[in-house]
């Protein structure tokens, strides 16, 4: 067997700076390394992950809050969150489950990855760890790695930034052996009492046959260093991708400003499109919750009438919406997640049928929905009514429900505009067209006798009029 595993050292402060980008993205490369940040852990007060700036300011990992204080007077200082680096190891594992199976997730800063059997697709350990450094790389987090002929062989080389890539064992083994007991996942009065005996390293302990481990020590340290050597299985609780979407991303700092949101929501939506890609969906709706600071949160509704899983699209859509949404506080964190999403459905395109342009029907009343309101746009849908003042009703733009129309029964001629009620003639016309009469309604109290016309005006206007049984005359409709 051979593992592969990826050990992010500073997962939390790379996140927050992604968001950082995401959130300023006019801020130049001196700009962002000038920030001092920290994370410090609230139970020891001591900062366990710092960026460049901060480092060479004289801040070192493991000091205490106040000494790093003193030495970096702008220091940003975040509380360290497992949860947020728990978030991200989620993300990374979704990201690199397009290019490679058997992940698993060691929280909050690690990734397990089975290799062997991912040899063949790739044909060789150099071709797959190019793909997947090359994936990587579009997270922009800090990663050390290494191979192992077991996960706690690679988790301890990985962990001290060994950052290589070989298969031949017997190296494996070689580079394995020359660390410290410390650097192990041994605890730290099992390493003591390791010491007190002469055991230093990692080969002085594979130098003792198993059984007089088991003899003079507990039955843990025998299942470690057999499961360090690969001689006694590791089970593992491999990742699958969940189902539903839903993503949380806390902002480096609060953002009151609702045009300063669609950076951070493009990271979101990247993450959307390798969900639904993975899954072969589209999304018809999402929900995304403002988490506002001392104003609760405020949900907006963003739709798409045919479907999108391209985060470009969806940019677009959320764009639009947005311009209508008032703050009522600083946003201090988003959440993404998906309210409808189906298979993706395919379109039969006709070959002969000419460019007719690179929006569809659908896309544009998403687009129409995204700036209006989805309750502000609405189709009209045929009804069987003879009545032209019923014959149509308001429908959903996207509804497909419609009565079946008889082949045999000849097309009417009707107006491009109908009036919204019939207004009297005053004007003098030529009848072309007609009488088609229309006796209808006695059965809802609004009956109609009427005989309908296709005339001409003096102004060459082509009208829809018709004449009731008192001989009055109405224009009801105009031909364009």
């Known amino acids: 067997m051979l593992w592969l595993y990826l050990h992010f050292p500073t997962l939390q402060l790379d996140t927050l700076f992604a968001s950082f980008k995401q959130a300023q993205p006019d801020a130049t ?10 994370i410090v852990d609230g139970r020891r007060h001591s900062v366990v992950q710092a960026n460049t700036h901060a480092l060479e300011q004289g801040v070192t990992l493991g000091m205490g809050l106040g000494s790093a204080a003193a030495l970096c007077q702008d220091l940003q200082v975040h509380p360290y969150d497992s949860d947020v680096e728990a978030r991200r190891l989620q993300d990374i594992a979704q990201w690199l489950y397009m290019i490679t199976s058997d992940i698993c997730l060691c929280p909050p800063n690690g990734l397990l990855l089975k290799v062997t059997n991912m040899l063949s697709l790739y044909d060789g350990i150099e071709n797959y760890w190019n793909a997947l450094q090359t994936h990587l790389a579009h997270l922009e987090v800090q990663t050390h790695y290494s191979t192992g002929v077991s996960p706690y062989a690679a988790m301890l080389m990985a962990k001290q930034g060994r950052n290589w890539i070989e298969s031949n064992r017997d190296k494996l083994n070689e580079s394995l052996a020359r660390y410290p007991l410390t650097c192990s996942e041994l605890p730290t009065k099992q390493v003591e009492k390791l010491q007190r005996v002469g055991i230093q390293t990692i080969q002085d302990l594979l130098g003792l046959p198993l059984p007089d481990i088991a003899k003079r020590f507990d039955i843990d340290l025998v299942n470690y260093t057999g499961r360090l050597t690969g001689q006694f299985k590791h089970p593992v609780d491999f990742y699958h991708p969940p189902e539903h979407f839903r993503q949380y991303l806390e902002l480096l700092f609060d953002i009151e400003n609702i045009d300063w949101l669609q950076k951070p929501l493009t990271r979101l939506f990247r993450q959307l499109e390798v969900f639904l890609k993975l899954r072969d969906k589209v999304a018809f709706e999402l929900s995304l919750t403002l988490h506002q600071r001392d104003h609760g949160d405020k949900s907006v ?31 201090s964190g988003l959440t993404l997640s998906i309210v409808r999403a189906d298979e993706v459905q395919v379109h039969e395109h006709d070959l002969f049928s000419g460019v007719k342009g690179r929006q569809t029907a659908l896309e544009l009343i998403s687009t129409l929905q995204a700036k209006l309101g989805q309750h502000s746009v609405t189709s009209l849908k045929l009804t069987d009514d003879p009545r032209p003042e019923y014959a149509t009703q308001p429908s959903a733009p996207t509804a497909t429900d419609s009565p079946k129309v008889n082949a045999h029964l000849p097309i009417k001629l009707r107006p491009s505009l109908l009036f919204s009620s019939p207004m009297p003639l005053e004007q003098k016309v030529s009848i072309v067209v007609g009488p088609e009469r229309i006796v209808s309604g006695w059965w809802d109290g609004n009956p109609v006798k009427r005989d309908y016309y296709v005339a001409r005006s003096e102004q060459d206007q082509w009208l829809w009029v018709f004449r009731t049984e008192d001989k009055q005359w109405f224009i009801h409709g105009q031909f364009s």
């Open 29 to 38: 490369d001196k700009q962002q390394e000038a920030l001092a940040v920290a």
């Open 301 to 331: 509704s963003f739709h798409s009438a045919q479907g999108d899983y391209l985060a470009e699209k969806w940019q677009a859509l959320s764009a639009l919406t947005l311009e209508s949404i008032q703050l009522d506080g600083a946003v």
